[in-house]
């Protein structure tokens, strides 16, 4: 359901409280005391058969009896009654309810979200504590304390670390925007939260407790689109087996690879903390620092041993020290001690007094080179530490509209109290110890790597890349059909060669010496013997591996011992024969593996690190969502220790990164199209300064299919949807738009004139900015669509000549639509070609009605738009700008 009618649940005009009541330590009494108490101003019923009155407020005995249909019930009766309750509430037009219940049955919950469904009724819980919009006074809550309102909301799948978080915000001086307690989730979860705060004006950052994710698609799509918009945190519990297997108990739900969450949270540009302290940590950077960009630091100290504790920490977090300019250094020089440090971090001497400190942060923040400011102040005999503050906060405090550069850390406790609390008074960043300020910089630092990897959204094929599907498919089908799941070596290896993965050339041979022999000689020493069957799936781990063998001696006697061992640890295993392959020896190659497997939760992955036979071991791996293109290739590389190897040192030369690059694509290209595909391994893959070549390759299949670009978490680049028509005597190419469309699109919006622009977009300016920009090419295609027509210019290069666009409701009914065509181009039918298009891409997705806000005298739209069989809609109403609504129904 998504969005759909949880306007009601967060800004209800009037609530009514089911099982009120002022039986002490009942969730009712709590309820009813926190929203009768509170500052809410809607109007607020009590419902309990028991009573007529609480204190001086009159009681209604059931739903019925209310004086009017309430926007919210917040339900805190026994768990049998619930269904009826929902079914009531239903049919009067209530359209959210807080079900504060816990120990309903799954029953029971099944029949609420059955009772709930015809009425689009939608249920935050059950099992949840409530939830607190505090800029509406609402605190709709069984929590003993209230929240400030402020900037950030908090949304969480444990009701206690609500109660936690509202305690230390109030003691940290940091307000919300909302608290909500998602108890079990039986409606309303993580996907519906963040569409709803994406858009939400009051809230600037959003920050997650987590413990499993249900609808995998849905929430990757959410956070993407909450993610290009404000900054997304989240802590997720059941990090180790024990803890997943914790998490699982507790929610009902299977928990997923805690590896693979980390890869979905960073490919949603979202940032992952690993414990309540950074999350904490988090909420404190996001309310004070959020808008800064530096990827550098600057520390400030009046002592020394602080100043160094700082830079171990910005070693140990891979935070970069920021080099003084000679300019800045001799600005220092003028009013600093000539015992300063004269470098980063710049050391101002425990005696320093007022004057000092200002002339020293003025000079920094004068160096926009010197990136962030980390403050750091120990308290001395010398000068009172709210003295310095009463004086720094007016250079400190960040104006509107410039990002904040100062991070600040008075050590200390009694004596610095005061201190702090200025800066915090004044919305300066604030944290209690230097290792504190340095872990939330570093934060914001992955935070912006993780907003890379959001924006890039390739296709699931690159049409230079293509596999050779035909060829995949044969062998595929050929094993399902004869009762096999796992590929043969041979087989595995000839699937990595239709994709275009180098391969060492292989034999296949009878599980005899003399086989062995002759094929060695065949291939030319040295040579790897390994042993074939369907029953052994690692062969190393039953010494069915030789190596390095370099005559027939070797050949002969490694293969009767390999039979022999073979033959005493696994009597049952069926024998298909040998494999022998050429014994690959490159200078300077780092082996590693590249795998996928299918995860429960998010699908197909991608998985790459050190490998070898020791692979578990170093455990040297990161993975990635696909589908994957060059730059998140290199992302996923560069999460692992070996990339450092692979970059070269000394004497050996830095391997082909491009390659092992291209592997990985491939790889992922080879997901997209055979959903088959259940587990892979490619390991070894040997790369170095030559390029990369599988030695060795495993592929497990399941005819259930769980793969295929149909199941990835993250839909790719939909470019079956591309065509070229012809039109007007030309070749014109209809595609969906991509992020790498960025130049030719700004190329497209300079030629417009502003006119046409005011028509479109209801303002004049010509010129965008680089965020505004990168959002239009920038797109999820989950939520967003946007055609582009493209022709040769006369520089042959393709240049943009329109462009249809449509933003979907998360619930799929409304597309808000808009096109427009160089200014030349108006009235060729260029713009009905590519509406066209749109309208059969929205009938095919369900979407059920397309549109628009036009102004009065844009005739060519309106004309258009009649043509095509739009309707005005008489909901819309102008709003004093000459606008009217128009719509399209679509089903």
Known sequence: MSIRNLESLFNPASIAVFGASLRVGSVGTTVWHNLSSGSYQGALYAVNPKHRKLGSHPVVAKAADLPEVPDLAVI?????SVPGLIEALGRLGTRAAVVMTAGMTGQQKQAMLDAASPHLLRILGPNCIGLLAPHQGLNASFSHIDA????????????????????????????????VSLGEHADVDFGDMLDYLASDAKTRAIL?????????????????????????????????????????????????????????IARAGMLR?????????????????????????????????????????????????????????????????????????VDIIGDAPVARYE????????????????????????VPSAEIARALVPIAQHQPGVAPRLMSCWLGDKAVKHARQLFQDADIANFDTPELAIRAFSMLQRYRRNQAELMETPPALLTDLRPDTATIRKLVLAALASGRELLSEPEAKAVLDACHIPVVPTLRIRATAAAAVKAAVAIGFPVVLKILSDDISHKSDVGGVALNLHDEADVRAAARAMLARIKRQQPGARLQGFTVQAMVQRAHAQELIVGSTIDPVFGPVILFGQGGTAVEVTADRAVALPPLNVPLAKALVSRTRVARLLAGWRDTPAADEAALHQVLVAVSQLLAEVPEIAELDINPLIVNFEGAMALDARIRLSAQAP????????????????????????????????????????????????????????????????????????????????????????DGQLQTLGVARAMVDPDNVDAEFGVIVRSELKGTGLGRLLMDKLVAYLRAQGTQR??????????????????????????????????????????
């Open 208 to 264: 997650l407790y987590a413990e499993s994710i249900e609808s995998p698609r849905k929430f990757m799509s959410a956070a993407r689109s909450a993610a290009r918009n404000k900054p997304v945190i989240v802590v997720k519990a059941g990090r180790s087996a024990p803890g997943q297997l914790a998490a699982a108990s507790h929610t009902g739900a299977l928990a997923g690879s805690d590896m693979v969450f980390e890869a979905a």
């Open 76 to 80: 805190c009766t026994p768990p049998a």
């Open 273 to 345: 903390v690993n414990t309540l302290q950074e999350l904490f940590l988090a909420a404190e950077t996001l309310s004070r620092f959020r808008t800064n960009t530096s990827d550098s630091m600057t520390i400030l100290t009046n002592g020394g041993g602080a100043g160094v504790m700082a830079v171990d920490a910005a070693a140990y977090a891979g935070v970069k020290l920021a080099g003084l300019s000679d300019s800045t250094r001799h600005k220092l020089d003028a009013v600093l001690p000539a015992n300063w440090s004269g470098s980063n971090p």
């Open 707 to 794: 793969g295929g670009a149909n199941n990835f978490a993250i839909r790719p680049y939909p470019a079956q949807l591309e065509e070229t028509v012809q039109w007007q005597g030309r070749a014109l190419l209809l595609r969906p738009i991509r992020p790498e469309d960025e130049a030719s699109h700004m190329d497209f919006l300079q030629q417009l004139d502003p006119e046409d622009i005011r028509m479109r977009v209801f303002y004049s300016r010509r010129s965008i900015e680089r965020s505004e920009l990168a959002r239009l090419v920038q797109i999820d295609y989950a939520r967003e669509m946007a055609f582009v027509a493209q022709a040769p210019g006369p």
């Open 148 to 179: 400030q309102p402020g900037e950030v909301a908090f949304v969480s799948q444990s009701g206690a670390l609500v109660t936690a978080m509202l305690d230390w915000a109030q003691g940290r001086g940091i307000g919300f925007s909302y608290f």
């Open 359 to 382: 002339q020293a942060l003025k000079i920094l923040k004068n160096d926009v080179s010197s990136g962030a400011i980390l403050f750091i102040h120990a308290p001395t005999a010398i």
């Open 850 to 891: 397309l549109v628009a806000t036009v102004l009065d005298h844009n005739e060519r739209m309106l004309k258009m738009a009649r043509d095509m069989g739009f309707q005005e809609d008489p909901t819309k109403k102008d709003s004093g700008e000459g606008t009217k609504g128009i719509f399209l129904p679509l089903t």
